[in-house]
């Protein structure tokens, strides 16, 4: 009987060590599955890009190629970012910086003096729109004296217009731009990126076509925007804007110009005051309920919601949207 128990004993005893040592292989299967994701998403080349259209064209182009990454908080608005000695040590890590270029990352400097990273600027190919002095003076001083606020930092823009990206030719041209980098780092996946490439100018010759004929049988030919943003928008498409405030200020309009719109607002028979989508929409509804009108949205794409993030909206998706909102306006 004795023999029988020390048997049982034996033998369950064994079975815990089986039991063990299985347990222990499963694990280092997993933990080796885990270390094999890891390194092959180690091994692609990281690509920074600047703000949010620059990081969505980049994605769509790069596909599964590079890690794209943005060096901003894609939330926050982009006149007012600028990257800290930490953001700039990151570059040193990755392949590429892709900026939009024009003046519009006043910050650029500052990142060629710290970091040997190459930069791209998308805009090197496209027709800018330059700043007269006086209003490049006026955001100066105005930036000055938000930095007394210690509300935003002070920035020193350059001699264009910095809003190239929301005209869809000019997307067209830096998409391109992103498309021959992207090829000139990885020859290999060369018609890949070209492939991309094609697929994002199909949209936007799309979207360009669809509006040429729209906005040439339109009633009326301008609009209220917030801030001075469409002038590439205006001149492709033969429009104009009626700005709030100027090219780079995010502050809100004082009265005077808020009479001055009013008028030019009266005279032109318009009755549609934009504001941008996740800003502030006072201004507009001030505006809106002196000449009976209504208020409604533009996006600059200088920051985007944490949704539109989380749904993957592309940049063609908002051009198209507001070419939608503008047209609208004007029938």
């Known amino acids: 009987m004795k023999k029988k128990i020390l048997a049982l004993l034996m033998a369950a005893s064994f079975g815990l060590v089986s039991c063990g040592q299985a ?153 391109k731009a992103i498309c021959d980098k992207l090829s000139e780092i990885d020859p290999d996946n060369k018609s890949y990126y070209e492939d991309n490439y094609k697929v994002v100018e199909k949209d936007l010759d799309s979207i360009i076509s669809e509006y040429k004929d729209k906005f040439e049988n339109a009633k009326n030919d301008k609009f209220v925007v917030p801030h001075e943003a469409f002038g590439y928008l205006c001149r492709e498409f033969n429009l104009e804007q009626i700005p709030l405030t100027g090219l780079l200020s995010t502050s809100e309009p004082d009265l005077k110009a808020m009479n001055d719109v009013i008028e030019e607002v009266k005279n032109n028979d318009i009755n549609t005051i934009f504001y941008e989508e996740g800003g502030s929409d006072k201004s507009a509804k001030t505006i809106a309920d002196e000449i009976g009108g209504k208020v409604d949205t533009l996006n600059t794409m200088e920051f985007v919601s944490d949704k539109q993030l989380e749904d993957e909206v592309h940049y063609q998706d908002i051009l198209r949207d507001n070419l939608s909102h503008i047209y609208e306006s004007l029938k």
């Open 23 to 175: 347990t222990t292989n499963e694990s280092s299967n997993v933990s080796n599955d885990n270390s094999s994701n890891t390194n092959a998403q180690s091994e692609k080349k990281v690509v920074y890009t600047s703000f949010y259209p620059i990081y969505d064209l980049t994605k769509q182009i790069a596909g599964d190629k590079f890690e794209v990454k943005a060096l901003s908080n894609l939330t926050t608005e982009a006149h007012d970012w600028e990257p800290s000695a930490k953001d700039i040590a990151k570059l040193d890590e990755s392949e590429l910086l892709i900026t939009n270029g024009a003046g519009m990352e006043s910050w650029v400097d500052a990142v060629k003096d710290s970091s040997k990273v190459e930069i791209l600027d998308t805009t090197e190919n496209v027709d800018k729109i330059a700043r007269d002095n006086e209003e490049a003076d006026h955001d100066h001083e105005d930036a000055d004296h938000d930095h007394e606020e210690g509300e935003h930092h002070h920035h020193h823009h350059g001699k264009y217009d910095p809003h190239t990206w929301l005209a869809p030719e000019n997307g067209k041209l830096q998409a």
